[in-house]
């Protein structure tokens, strides 16, 4: 989830577990949407690894500051912060609980998109995902602001949790189209006899009805773009369209639906020889424990060096470079090891 969001979904949640009735050592509903507000963006402060390593951020982003076992941790340090901010005036336990809601909130809003979050950071980096929700969702985000809105001019206890009831609602109604794109999938394994295949489905950009259709088997990914409740076949835009009318075109019908074929390591000898080089390298071992659907994106081969750049589809939009793409390459003469780079397009 983005940032904002997880912000506003933090001040919501702030509000919604006022007392409703100010007291006099009650921390002010003001400061309490505050401090939800920044306490639900604190996790992402993360980001800052993007300019140590690129793939040190893939590999760590979402781990101890998004971890369920660290959060008793942080919510007390944010309460210190705070409490001095705020000049000692509210004791610092007031602040505790509004800063652990803060980033709880954070981490459920994390949890339903398809990035994968370490909730057990640092003893164990094994990532979770519940993949109903995409990365950015208007109409959750839509769901969350108006609520705060109003909260400023009704009730503010009970609009703030009448905005969670309702997005309540709304992930509720997200995982039931989850399990329907479920089925589509497996329904195409069996048609295509792919016994033992590993099938998934990934929340799509611009509408809850979009789903990204993966069935893996023996290395080979079978990808299907489809929208759930389309009837028709989408437009296809002219080459200047833009970007989110490119994306809203790659979304077909369930009856209708476009399956390609990617072979994890290439169609040629040559290339799936040089990409399990590089697969297999000891240097590309974080990029391999990052990617859940890695497929060789491109090969180079020229005088001068050999390169294989392997791209993670889970991030990939019908149409689009992915981002992510890594990769190694070496130079021919003098023969040299391996080296690992980002490919920039």
């Known amino acids: 989830m983005d940032t904002l969001t997880h912000a506003i979904s933090g001040a919501v949640l702030a509000r919604a577990t006022g007392s409703g009735k100010p007291q006099v050592d009650e921390i002010p509903l003001l400061t309490r949407t505050v401090i939800g507000f920044l306490a639900a963006a604190f996790p992402d402060t993360d980001f800052i690894l993007r300019f140590i390593d690129p793939m040190l951020y893939l590999t760590a982003h979402r781990g101890v500051t998004h971890s369920i076992v ?20 509210y004791s610092w336990k007031k602040f505790y609980v509004i800063c652990a809601i803060g980033i709880g909130v954070h981490i459920f809003g994390d949890l339903i998109t398809s990035f994968g979050t370490m909730i057990l950071a640092p ?9 109903t929700t995409f990365i950015i969702d208007l109409y959750f985000s839509g769901i969350l602001l108006t609520g705060l809105v109003l909260s400023l001019f009704l009730p503010v206890v009970k609009t703030a949790r009448l905005t969670g009831l309702v997005l309540a609602g709304y992930i509720s109604f997200q995982t039931a ?7 589509i999938a497996k329904s195409y394994a069996e048609q295509q ?3 033992s295949a590993s099938i998934h489905v990934l929340p799509q950009p611009l509408s809850p009805f979009n789903w990204k259709l993966v069935v893996e088997q023996n290395n080979k990914l079978h990808i299907a773009y489809i929208n759930l409740i389309a009837d028709e076949t989408p437009e296809q835009p002219p080459a200047d369209a833009g970007f989110l009318t490119m994306i809203a075109s790659a ?24 990409a399990r080089q590089v697969w297999e390298h000891e240097t590309f071992a974080r990029f391999r424990w990052f990617a859940m659907f890695p497929v060789l994106h491109d ?3 020229n005088k001068e060096r050999i390169c294989a750049w392997f791209a993670d589809l889970r991030f990939a939009l019908k149409g689009r470079q992915p981002p992510f793409v890594y990769g190694m390459c070496r130079n021919k003469n ?3 090891n391996w080296s690992m780079n980002r490919l920039k397009r």
Do not use: I
């Open 193 to 195: 006899e792919l016994v």
């Open 123 to 131: 003893v164990s980096d094994m990532r979770f995902s519940f993949s």
């Open 251 to 274: 979304y077909y019908p369930v009856t209708q639906a476009q399956w390609e074929t990617h072979e994890r390591f290439g169609k040629t000898e040559l290339e799936r020889h040089f």
């Open 177 to 183: 189209l989850h399990y329907q794109a479920l089925a």
């Open 334 to 336: 003098p023969s040299e």
């Open 299 to 301: 090969f180079e081969e």
């Open 70 to 89: 660290m959060l008793p941790l942080w919510a007390l340090l944010l309460s210190f912060v705070f409490h001095l901010l705020w000049k000692k005036r």
